[in-house]
């Protein structure tokens, strides 16, 4: 599975953002899919997961915040991301786990005040 993910830019404090995590190479219905974010000297973690059966779970710096979802194909999940703050700023990965661990570049959101 080889996975891109994009969306990102560069946003004003409050602001919006989608994220899309587009798969190739297999359909993501079968995987969690998670979205992590790394920001500048910080360790990588997690924001939020989808379940093959679409259970959802977030931290809880982002929760009511984002929402994460399976897309209209079979290959996309995406990452709606609303009220944004300059502490979301991070390079944003998404992942997939079903066995295997597959990550894909990430996608820089920079969140300015």
């Known amino acids: 599975v080889q996975l891109q993910a994009s969306g990102g830019g560069l946003v004003q404090s409050g602001g919006s953002l989608r994220l899309s995590c587009l798969a190739s190479?297999?359909?993501?219905?079968?995987?969690?899919i998670r979205w992590f974010r790394q920001a500048p000297g910080k360790e990588r973690e997690g924001v939020a997961c989808?379940?093959?059966?679409?259970?959802?779970k977030y931290a809880d710096s982002v929760k009511g915040r984002f929402t994460i979802a399976r897309g209209g194909t079979r290959n996309s999940v995406s990452l709606q991301m609303n009220s944004l703050k300059p502490e979301d700023t991070a390079v944003y990965y998404c992942?997939?786990?079903?066995?295997?661990?597959?990550w894909g570049q990430g996608t820089e959101v920079t969140v300015f005040s």
């Open positions: 989808i379940s093959f059966d679409h259970h959802t």
């Open positions: 190479g297999s359909a993501l219905d079968l995987y969690a």
């Open positions: 992942n997939a786990k079903s066995g295997g661990n597959y």
